[in-house]
């Protein structure tokens, strides 16, 4: 996804809600980039996202006891 910088706080949340990030992980993400992302000096911004699949193979997680969700 590209977005202007200036929609990023109206568009992003739709599209993590849309990739399947539930509304407590949405306002998580937006807490953590939307000021990093306002700093960034460039008029567009673009998303990519990582397969689940594949981040697991570049950075395997271990937690025990195992947790119910990830």
Not at 5 to 8: A, D, L
């Given at each position: 996804w590209t977005l202007r910088?200036?929609?990023?706080t109206s568009m992003l949340p739709r599209v993590l809600q849309?990739?399947?990030l539930n509304a407590s992980e949405t306002a998580?993400?937006?807490e953590f980039w939307?000021?990093?992302l306002a700093a960034v000096?460039?008029?567009y911004i673009e998303f990519s996202f990582v397969p689940?699949?594949?981040f697991d193979m570049i950075a395997p997680?271990?937690?025990t006891p195992a947790p119910a969700s990830v």
């Open positions: 910088k200036s929609e990023v849309d990739m399947g998580d993400f937006m939307a000021p990093r000096s460039t008029p689940q699949k594949t997680l271990t937690i």
